[in-house]
């Protein structure tokens, strides 16, 4: 029985992550206004949507596509004949590396906005990077449940010993093993601590 609830919660851990429609970019596709262009550069791009408006703005949602891409570059030439605004719709970005007039990330609207104003050509590289608090924090959270599920399970197998030397000792090895996860547990939890 316990071995059909491990099988499904490894089963359960690997189904990967559901994405809806999108877009893919491959290197090279230039996006173009009247204010400017975007060339895109390796790796391959992946968003929800993009929109290229009339007023200048090109406006991209990479929402759910952070991680699994990790790095959005282009090449971002401005004519300098007005300016050209360019948004980011998702979590703040890690790292975002340009020469525009402004860059900031607005919290409210939850998107990354890059203002050129004057005529250049320059890199533009927006980069995600998994946060170790939150990788750890999950592994503390998964320990955790894994933790409860062997206490159970090892709990149910002292129940079964045929006699009391036998159970001693399976109490015994239970102790050692409780002690060991529950340590595993703390300290992941505690290492989460150190990053902000």
Do not use: C
Not at 81 to 95: A, E, S
């Amino acid at each position: 029985m316990w071995k059909v609830l491990i099988l499904v919660s490894l089963i359960l851990l690997l189904i990967p992550e559901g994405h809806s429609e999108s877009v893919l970019l491959s290197q090279n596709v230039v996006l173009h206004n009247q204010y400017g262009q975007l060339t895109t550069k390796p790796p391959n791009q992946q968003y929800g949507n993009f929109t290229l408006y009339a007023n200048g703005t090109m406006f991209f949602d990479y929402r759910s596509w952070e991680s699994p891409v990790g790095i959005f570059s282009f090449t971002a030439q401005s004519y300098g004949n007005g300016t050209l605004v360019l948004r980011f719709k998702g979590i703040q970005p890690t790292q975002v590396t340009q020469s525009a007039a402004t860059s900031a990330y607005s919290v409210p609207n939850r998107w990354q906005q890059i203002t050129y104003t004057a005529s250049q050509a320059s890199p533009l590289t927006i980069i995600f990077t998994t946060n170790p608090r939150f990788s750890l924090q999950a592994g503390a959270f998964f320990g955790a449940a894994i933790l409860i599920f062997v206490v159970i399970v090892r709990t149910l197998y002292v129940a079964t010993a045929n006699d009391s030397e036998e159970r001693k000792k399976r109490i015994d090895q239970n102790r050692i093993i409780f002690i060991v996860m529950g340590l595993v547990v703390a300290s992941l939890w505690i290492f989460s601590l150190l990053f902000p």
